[in-house]
């Protein structure tokens, strides 16, 4: 859906995804869903949230999955 959303976990990636690396996934997901790159004022609260919520999301997924063949995150 979005192509410039990278894949964060290893070994995609060398080291754990940082909070700034969901924060930016999280973005380009919500801006592709609304169709919006900067919301409008009126509609910032929704639209901040959702990058927030997701980001938290994106967070617990990645902290919930196991690589085979690597190390668990912790």
Known sequence: MCRSIKTLRPP???EEATEE???AAALQYVRKVSGFRAPAAHNQEVFDRAVAEI???TRRLLDGLE???GAARV
């Open 12 to 14: 995609a990636i060398a």
């Open 21 to 23: 690396e969901m924060r």
């Open 55 to 57: 980001a938290e999301s």
């Open 67 to 69: 690589v085979r063949g």
